[in-house]
Structures are given as structure tokens and as C-alpha cells.
């Protein structure tokens, strides 16, 4: 069998041993150098982005997303350092919002397209609740059944609730209005009281003070669709883009985590800065968010792809009711001024 025979190489093509030696080492170092700066970029901290968040109220279940977000670590695995604030009946969203006190904050879509078309410059990125939780609440006896049944009566509610001013026009209605001190006294003294009321909790304080479980008027059974939203800074969008998809992003994941799974590290969390909490509240508030698909969408197409979005169409039909009932100048805002989605997860087909 024929083999190729192994010559050795010249010595004319061998190299000198000094260069020899010199390229060792040369080499040697360019791998210690390389090695070095490996080490170095994976022990320098990543580029870290504040956020800090001016919540509406109290925190509470409605903020579950956040508080899960925060407590499972996700927005500091996104690159941001989190704080959130919790709010109360004196929580100055919109100013806090306007002049970068606060980078993003929680609200409701009318309050926010009202500030809107005074020239406040925010913008509305990402859906809290489908659906306001806001109504009317009942009690358990009372004689009132429907929205038709308000005629005449006197509603416990916030001076100027617009919702107030939709049912007046809808259904032809004439009410009185006495200001509301957000506490369930006066609703549970009077049996046929009728109080503004958030549907995830003063259900509970009413049952928890020992009174009946309240019927509920809705908005959205009267067709008034608003959503609950985060806003933010139309400069803080504009520097911070990146940033801002990446919070949405994690919000979305705390919400359905929240909403899915163990609510726990939430509820430990919001206990922490909110003292009333009690794990029966907090229980109680996440059940009636979760039951009435408050996050996730009560129309057909609801699902957990719809957490955080918003639909401009929604918008445009809100902004005219408002312009309506003469509670928005006609053409003083648009949707497309209002609302932005360029912040949101691209929509899962």
C-alpha cells in the first residue's frame, strides 16, 4: 500500500526561534486582554432606566399589575428601576404627569381627554381596565332596578361625574347630586340610598360593616364605554421610547400573572405601603376583576391578549359622546391625538 511520505519542512521555511517566541507571547496576551474586557463588559451594569409612577389611588388590586411587575422582578429585568406612588383622593395625576413629576400615571380616559384638549401635553399608551369600574350602587332591597328607576332620586356622587350627565341625556332623567366623602356611611344609614361606587370595593366594605351585597348599576350596561389608562409625558415617549415598550411590556406581564396565577407577592407588596389592605379586601377585589374580565375584556374578542390595548375607534365614539353632551369642545381633541399603541406588544394574530 503506497503511503505519503512525512518530509521535514526546509530549514529555510522554519521560523527564527526569537520571533517564534515573540509571537507566543504576543498571542498570549491578546487572549489575556480579550478575556479581561469579556470579564469587564459582563460586570458593568447594564444601562438602567427610571420610571417612576403616579397611581390614582391607594394601593389596591386595580393596581395588580404593577405590583406584581414589581414584586417578580420584571421591570428591573427589563432594564428599569421602578417607583411606584401610591395615590388617594388628593393624587394629582394629571399635573404630576404634565410637568415630569411622574413619568407615567393612572387614570380614567375622560378625565385625561378633558386635560387632553385643555392642551395638557399627555398622551394615553396603555389600557388598566377594558372597563371603568365605576357605577351605581344599590341596595340590596331598594326598589331601584334599572337606570330608568333614578328618576327624581338623589345620588351620593362626585360633583360632575360625567356618567351623571350620559344617563340624564339617555334616559330623560332628573336627579339631585350630594357630594360624596368617599366613605359608605351615608349609604349604609339610609336604605335607599343610592351612592357612585367603585364595583371591586366598596362592595365589600358595605358587606364587611355589616350591610347586604349591593346591586351594581354599570357604565358599561348603560353603553358607556370608558377605559381606566396609563398616560405618560408626550417628551418622555418621545426620549424614552425603548424604555416605555419595555415597561408596557412587563406591566402586561404582571397583569396576567396577576390575573393567572399567585397573586401573593402583589398582595404582600401593596400591603406593605397600604396598611387597610386585609388578605379578605385584596381577595375579594382580585375575584370581582377577575369575574367580570375587567383586564382582559368583556366583548367577545377578550382574552389575555387584550391586556393593555387600546382601541382607537373606542376613542373616537367616546370623544363624540362627550362632544354631546357638551362636555368636550368639538374638535378640540381627536383619537389620533389622544391615544398612541405604538407602545404596546405587537398584536398576537
Known amino acids: 500500500m503506497h503511503r505519503t511520505?512525512?518530509?521535514p519542512v526546509p530549514s529555510s521555511r522554519r521560523l527564527p526561534a526569537s520571533l517564534s517566541l515573540l509571537l507566543s507571547v504576543?498571542?498570549?496576551?491578546?487572549?489575556?486582554?480579550?478575556a479581561t474586557a469579556r470579564a469587564a463588559e459582563k460586570a458593568a451594569p447594564a444601562k438602567v432606566t427610571k420610571i417612576t409612577v403616579q397611581l390614582d389611588w391607594m394601593a389596591e388590586?386595580?393596581?395588580?399589575?404593577?405590583y406584581q411587575a414589581q414584586a417578580r422582578g420584571w421591570f428591573r429585568e427589563a432594564g428599569l428601576d421602578v417607583t411606584l406612588i401610591p395615590g388617594g383622593p388628593g393624587a394629582h395625576v394629571m399635573p404630576s404627569v404634565a410637568t415630569g413629576q411622574a413619568d407615567v400615571g393612572q387614570a380614567g380616559d375622560i378625565e385625561t381627554l378633558q386635560k387632553q384638549a385643555e392642551g395638557l401635553p399627555v398622551v394615553q399608551f396603555a389600557a388598566v381596565f377594558q372597563d371603568d369600574p365605576a357605577g351605581i350602587l344599590v341596595h340590596a332591597d331598594s326598589s331601584v332596578r334599572k337606570f330608568e328607576d333614578l328618576q327624581g332620586k338623589t345620588i351620593i356622587a362626585r360633583p360632575g361625574w360625567p356618567f351623571l350627565d350620559f344617563l340624564k341625556k339617555k334616559y330623560g332623567l332628573t336627579v339631585n347630586v350630594v357630594a360624596q366623602n368617599f366613605s359608605s356611611a351615608a349609604f349604609l344609614s339610609n336604605k335607599e340610598a343610592l351612592q357612585q361606587g367603585y364595583f371591586i370595593a366598596e362592595p365589600f366594605h358595605i358587606v364587611n360593616a355589616g350591610g347586604k351585597m349591593p346591586r351594581f348599576l354599570s357604565t358599561w350596561d348603560?353603553?358607556?364605554r370608558g377605559y381606566a389608562v396609563l398616560v405618560t409625558n408626550r417628551k418622555f415617549a418621545r426620549d424614552h421610547p425603548a424604555a416605555?415598550?419595555?415597561?408596557?411590556?412587563?406591566?402586561?406581564r404582571g397583569w396576567r400573572d396577576y390575573l393567572e396565577g399567585d397573586?401573593?407577592?402583589a398582595h404582600e407588596a401593596m400591603k406593605a405601603v397600604n396598611k387597610n389592605n386585609t388578605d379578605e379586601f385584596m381577595k375579594f377585589s382580585r375575584m370581582m376583576i377577575v369575574n367580570e374580565r375587567l383586564v382582559t375584556g368583556r366583548d367577545a374578542d377578550g382574552g389575555p391578549h387584550q391586556i393593555g390595548r387600546l382601541d382607537p375607534a373606542r376613542f373616537a365614539k367616546q370623544i363624540a359622546t362627550l362632544e354631546d353632551l357638551g362636555l368636550?369642545?368639538?374638535g378640540k381633541i381627536t383619537a389620533a391625538a389622544a391615544v398612541t399603541t405604538d407602545f404596546l406588544p405587537a398584536a398576537k394574530p
Open 5 to 7: 511520505a512525512h518530509l
Open 26 to 34: 504576543s498571542l498570549a496576551l491578546l487572549l489575556t486582554l480579550s
Open 61 to 66: 388590586p386595580e393596581h395588580g399589575g404593577f
Open 222 to 224: 348603560a353603553g358607556f
Open 244 to 252: 416605555l415598550r419595555a415597561f408596557t411590556a412587563a406591566y402586561i
Open 263 to 265: 397573586p401573593t407577592p
Open 328 to 330: 368636550l369642545k368639538k
